[in-house]
T-cell receptor, first 110, second 117 residues
């Protein structure tokens, strides 16, 4: 089955800096790659996603890139703000099922 | 997106008992899922709740322990049976929402925090 690896497990940046989180997946048949943000005690929230036929997608300060050949995708957050502090999860979908990475705790220091 | 509610939001249960968690969506959805999130961990798929047929369970999860019902396209239940402290976790309902293009987005309910003593 699908296996998703996510790095780093923790990331600390200064406010205004950029943050990058990387994920790799194992199953080349996976075709959809969402990213979720989970604040403490809250549900995971979908923040951006990318389909397998697209290489890059941007939404204001966040962007996702996908390299199908290498089977990896990344989340980029620019101009980070303290409210970006949360746990971020990547996921890959294969045969209708989302498999999640281990999560990255992002801390943005003011 | 979709408005998803879960009941109860939290519970403390005795070992050996069972708890049924309800998930309600404000619109008909084709796919519903149940996930478990242990403290400080990622989300693990328990099963896909199929309307009108048995749920499809992932490796490591069995129907006798986690029976699931899905009587219609807006409602599902997950029962955690014969609980032990190892079942203490957050249980999340998730639904797939068709976005109109050849795929769909997946959203999560608020979760049920279960503590087994």
């Amino acid at each position: 089955g699908e296996n998703v690896e996510q790095h780093p497990s923790t990331l600390s940046v200064q406010e205004g800096d950029s943050a990058v989180i990387k994920c790799t997946y194992s199953d080349s048949a996976s075709n959809y790659f969402p990213w979720y943000k989970q604040e403490l005690g809250k549900r995971p929230q979908l923040i951006i996603d990318i389909r397998s036929n697209v290489g890059e997608k941007k939404d204001q300060r966040i962007a996702v890139t996908l390299n199908k050949t290498a089977k990896h995708f990344s989340l980029h957050i620019t101009e980070t703000q303290p409210e970006d502090s949360a746990v971020y999860f990547c996921a890959a979908r294969r045969a209708g099922k989302l498999i999640f990475g281990q999560g990255t705790t992002l801390q943005v220091k003011p | 997106s979709a408005v998803i509610s879960q009941k109860p939001s939290r519970d403390i249960c005795q070992r050996g008992t069972s708890l049924t968690i309800q998930c309600q969506v404000d619109s008909q959805v084709t796919m519903m899922f149940w996930y478990r999130q242990q403290p400080g961990q990622s989300l693990t798929l328990i099963a896909t709740a199929n309307q009108g047929s048995e749920a499809t369970y992932e490796s490591g999860f069995v129907i006798d322990k986690f029976p699931i019902s899905r009587p219609n396209l807006t409602f599902s239940t997950l029962t955690v049976s014969n609980m032990s402290p190892e079942d203490s976790s957050i249980y999340l309902c998730s639904v797939a929402v068709n976005t109109g293009d050849p795929t769909y987005e997946q959203y999560f309910g608020p979760g049920t925090r279960l503590t087994v003593t």
